[in-house]
């Protein structure tokens, strides 16, 4: 078992920034992927960002790419997601997710399918 525990949401403006955090704790060593994804009210689930634990390749959805940047520390066993130029559309509960089993291809990190632990998730409100 993995648990997972995310911080650092809140209410920002837009054009403003976050960096959103999430620790895990338990069978750690058997984490191959990281990743953030964020469901609005009243929408589906989508996947924001994701990173492969130790090649550190990462995949970002379209709609971030150039504004969101994933990292982690894995002596930490932390993952961090630094968001910029956030704008009203970034509104979401952020979920941490990791994969304990291998995800085949760079394209399969966005699907969630591959994830089996998930936290419960951080708010961010970006007001207009």
């Known amino acids: 078992q993995v648990q997972l525990v995310e911080s650092g949401g809140g209410l920002v403006q837009a054009g403003d920034s976050l960096r959103l955090s999430c620790t895990a704790s338990?069978?750690?060593?058997?984490?191959?992927?990281l990743a953030w994804f964020r469901q609005a009210p009243g929408k589906e689930r989508e996947f924001v960002a994701a990173?492969?634990?130790?090649?550190?390749?990462?995949n970002y959805a379209e709609s971030v790419k150039g504004r969101f940047t994933i990292s982690r520390d894995n002596a930490k066993n932390t993952v961090y997601l630094q968001m910029n130029s956030l704008k009203s559309e970034d509104s979401a509960t952020y979920l941490c997710?990791?994969?304990?089993?291998?995800?085949?291809?760079?394209?399969?990190?966005?699907?969630?399918?591959?994830?089996?632990?998930w936290g419960q998730g951080t708010q961010v409100r970006v007001s207009s």
């Open positions: 338990g069978r750690t060593l058997g984490i191959y992927v």
């Open positions: 997710a990791v994969a304990t089993k291998a995800v085949p291809t760079t394209e399969d990190m966005g699907r969630d399918v591959y994830y089996q632990y």
């Open positions: 990173i492969r634990r130790y090649s550190g390749i990462e």
